[in-house]
């Protein structure tokens, strides 16, 4: 890729946060519409765990996304597999529809153990197990460490996750030399913000170590991932702890970071085995197709 192009890929996501953050009230009608719009057979509270699947999966979607339009392909495909499968929206500015996770992160994962108490409640469920994209493979650990929610949650699936903070390419690291930016960017969207690497968030959320107990983490990543960089960085260390990078199962997969946890059905496969390692096969090319 040429030079210009990698800096204008992540540039264009910041202009990109500048767009959402003075989107007009006036579609806040859409957005409701949208969120209510039919989940292909998910976020169905009558919905009781198996005996072969014990609990609830919530999918906790990624930065710029929403509950649907993040998991039309994950959804169904855990459905279909016998889950009881939910998701949720989190991180919502006012006046700003259809995009989400963009407020407080600490806020945001305070919204998930409302809605993982309310999953739990419905199904019967003793435990959860969370299956995250980028925030949202990252945002659950700061419920787990400082929210209680460790004693709730089986496992947490990240895809694409940005564990250790982001930066962007490279641009994160120009944000000093323009006065001001940096205090926009908290002010417009504070996730994005908390996101970068070296931020007073990942440096809270990671202090003492990367896990906690009784909890395993699976991270899946993808060495083309241009959003949470270096992709290196998303791996956690620790006890109960596996990283896998998708090249390593499928050399020719070529996803990047919106697409290993939108379409790719060989990182789904790597979540089926990471949600129930007891019946785990190899991930492969061909689990394309499985």
């Given at each position: 890729m040429l030079p210009w192009k990698r800096v204008l890929r992540p540039?264009?996501?910041?202009?990109?946060?500048?767009?959402v953050a003075v989107v007009p009230?006036?579609?806040?009608?859409?957005?409701?519409?949208?969120?209510?719009a039919p989940s292909r057979g998910w976020n169905d509270y009558s919905c009781k765990p198996s005996a072969a699947h014990p609990r609830p999966v919530?999918?906790?979607?990624?930065?710029?996304?929403?509950?649907?339009?993040?998991?039309?392909?994950?959804?169904?495909?855990?459905?279909?597999?016998?889950?009881?499968?939910?998701?949720?929206?989190?991180?919502?500015?006012?006046g700003v529809p259809f995009f989400h996770a963009l407020g407080p992160i600490d806020k945001s994962a305070e919204q998930l153990s409302a809605y993982v108490d309310k999953v739990l409640a419905a199904t019967g469920a003793a435990e959860a197990d969370l299956v995250g994209h980028s925030?949202?493979?990252?945002?659950?650990?700061?419920?787990?460490?400082?929210?209680g929610?460790?004693?709730?949650?089986?496992?947490?699936?990240?895809?694409?996750?940005?564990?250790?903070g982001t930066t962007l390419s490279g641009i994160a690291n120009l944000l000093p030399y323009f006065p001001g930016a940096e205090d926009l960017l908290s002010a417009a969207t504070p996730a994005l913000a908390q996101q970068v690497v070296g931020s007073d968030f990942?440096?809270?959320?990671?202090a003492g170590g990367d896990t906690v107990p009784g909890v395993r983490y699976t991270v899946i990543?993808?060495?083309?991932?241009?959003?949470?960089?270096?992709?290196?960085?998303?791996?956690?260390?620790?006890?109960?702890?596996?990283?896998?990078?998708?090249?390593d199962l499928c050399?020719?997969?070529?996803?990047?970071?919106?697409?290993?946890?939108?379409?790719?059905?060989?990182?789904?496969?790597?979540?089926?085995?990471?949600?129930?390692?007891?019946?785990?096969?190899?991930t492969t090319c061909a689990s394309v197709f499985s």
């Open positions: 540039l264009a996501a910041l202009l990109l946060t500048a767009a009230a006036a579609t806040t009608a859409q957005a409701a519409e949208t969120a209510a919530v999918l906790v979607h990624g930065t710029f996304a929403n509950s649907v339009d993040n998991w039309l392909g994950l959804a169904p495909y855990l459905k279909d597999r016998g889950y009881c499968v939910f998701s949720l929206d989190y991180g919502q500015l006012p925030q949202g493979g990252m945002m659950p650990r700061y419920y787990l460490k400082f929210l929610g460790a004693g709730k949650v089986n496992a947490l699936v990240g895809i694409a996750p940005n564990n250790h990942m440096t809270k959320l990671n990543a993808t060495k083309y991932d241009e959003v949470v960089t270096p992709w290196r960085t998303q791996f956690l260390t620790g006890p109960d702890v596996k990283n896998v990078l998708i090249q050399a020719v997969d070529i996803s990047e970071h919106a697409l290993i946890g939108i379409t790719d059905r060989i990182a789904f496969h790597e979540v089926a085995n990471a949600l129930d390692p007891a019946h785990a096969r190899p």
